[in-house]
């Protein structure tokens, strides 16, 4: 099993940034590969961006591309998800997530096992 923990949401004016960190517990981390997803009232949840567990190579979504960057610290067995220049559209609670162990990263939510409780984002003038 394993526990997740998001934090760092919160609100911010368009064109702001956060910085959402991910705390895991209960295992290491270092052999999974670990995503960000997002989801808006009314709508699926949406892949924000991944990082693979074997060499930290990271894949964001093209709507997030240039301004979103995914990082993990395994010696904290946290994952980071730093977001720049916020869009009013991003409005979303956040969620971290665990693919299988020494798994590939995945696109899809049911290719994740383990999830955090969420933290809302929100973008507004």
């Known amino acids: 099993q394993v526990q997740l923990v998001e934090s760092g949401g919160g609100s911010v004016q368009p064109g702001g940034s956060l910085r959402l960190s991910c705390v895991a517990s209960?295992?290491?981390?270092?052999?999974?590969?670990m995503g960000w997803f997002r989801q808006a009232p009314g709508k699926e949840r949406e892949f924000v961006a991944g990082i693979t567990w074997r060499s930290s190579n990271t894949y964001p979504a093209d709507s997030v591309k240039g301004r979103f960057t995914i990082a993990r610290d395994n010696a904290k067995n946290t994952v980071y998800l730093q977001m720049n220049s916020l869009k009013p559209e991003e409005t979303a609670v956040y969620y971290c997530?665990?693919?299988?162990?020494?798994?590939?990263?995945?696109?899809?939510?049911?290719?994740?096992?383990?999830w955090g409780q969420g933290t809302q984002v929100t973008v507004s003038s």
């Open positions: 209960g295992r290491t981390i270092s052999t999974y590969a």
């Open positions: 997530a665990t693919g299988r162990p020494y798994g590939t990263l995945g696109y899809a939510p049911s290719q994740y096992e383990y």
